[in-house]
Antibody
Framework: EVQLVQSGAEVKKPGESLKISCKAS????????IGWVRQMPGQGLESMGF????????RYSPSFQGQVSISADKSITTAYLQWNSLKASDTATYFC?????????????WGQGTTVTVSS | SYELTQPPSVSVSPGRTATITCSGN??????VSWYQQMPGQSPVVVVY???QRPSGIPERFSGSNSGNTATLTITGTQAMDEADYYC?????????FGGGTKLTVL
C-alpha cells in the first residue's frame, strides 16, 4: 500500500526551530515528487514547494521562498519541512503529497497532516 | 500572478446535479485537478487531467475544462458528497489552488 505517514503534532514558541517529516512507503520514493501543502485554520490549500528525491531538485512557491526549507533523505524514504524561526502565522496543518510529474499528474497520495501550533 | 477563482459555496438538493466552477485566464490550456476534503480529513483527488477519474472515485464525479473555466459536476449528489472542493492547476512550475467551494447538500 502506498502511504505517506507524517510526524505528530507540534506546539512551539515563536522564534523556535522545527523540522517535520513525511515517511513514504509502498512505491519508488526517489522517482516521485514530494510536496508540502499548508492549510491555515479554516482556510484553503496553499502549495509551499516540492522536491524530487532522486536528484534533490527543489522548487519553492514564491510566498514560501526563504521562509522554509524542504529536503529529502532517499536512504530512509523521508521528506522534511523545516523552519529556522517560527512565527505565530505559521500555525497551520501541513500536508505532504506525492505526484509523478510536474504539470501533468495530480497529487494522488496525501499524508494525514501535521498540525503545528506556534504560540507564546 | 495567476489566480484560480471558485465560488465560496454551492448548495444542492440530494439526487440533483451539483456544479462547481473554477475560473482562470486561459485555464483550458492547463490540466486541472479537483480535490475533495471532508472536515478534519486530508484532501482526496476526485478528478485529474480535467476529466479523468481515479480508481475508486464514483462515476457521479466528472470534470471538464475549456476556455477560462473548469467545471466539476456531481450527478445524483448524495449527502456524503458534502465537503470542500478545491481546483488545482499549474502556472509554470508553481502549484495553484482555487480558494475552495463548500458544497452543502440539503
Amino acid at each position: 500500500e502506498v502511504q505517506l505517514v507524517q510526524s505528530g503534532a507540534e506546539v512551539k514558541k515563536p522564534g523556535e526551530s522545527l523540522k517535520i517529516s513525511c515517511k513514504a512507503s509502498g512505491y519508488s520514493f526517489a522517482t516521485y515528487w514530494i510536496g508540502w501543502v499548508r492549510q491555515m485554520p479554516g482556510q484553503g490549500l496553499e502549495s509551499m514547494g516540492f522536491i524530487y528525491p532522486y536528484d534533490s531538485d527543489t522548487r519553492y512557491s514564491p510566498s514560501f521562498q526563504g521562509q522554509v526549507s524542504i529536503s529529502a533523505d532517499k536512504s530512509i524514504t523521508t521528506a522534511y519541512l523545516q523552519w529556522n524561526s517560527l512565527k505565530a502565522s505559521d500555525t497551520a496543518t501541513y500536508f505532504c503529497v506525492r505526484f509523478k510529474q510536474l504539470e501533468i499528474f495530480p497529487m494522488d497520495v496525501w499524508g494525514q497532516g501535521t498540525t503545528v501550533t506556534v504560540s507564546s | 500572478s495567476y489566480e484560480l477563482t471558485q465560488p465560496p459555496s454551492v448548495s444542492v438538493s440530494p439526487g440533483r446535479t451539483a456544479t462547481i466552477t473554477c475560473s482562470g485566464n486561459k485555464l483550458g490550456d492547463k490540466y486541472v485537478s479537483w480535490y475533495q476534503q471532508m472536515p478534519g480529513q486530508s484532501p482526496v483527488v476526485v478528478v485529474y487531467q480535467d476529466s479523468q477519474r481515479p480508481s475508486g472515485i464514483p462515476e457521479r464525479f466528472s470534470g471538464s475544462n475549456s476556455g477560462n473555466t473548469a467545471t466539476l459536476t456531481i450527478t445524483g449528489t448524495q449527502a456524503m458528497d458534502e465537503a470542500d472542493y478545491y481546483c488545482q492547476a499549474w502556472d509554470s512550475d508553481i502549484v495553484l489552488f482555487g480558494g475552495g467551494t463548500k458544497l452543502t447538500v440539503l
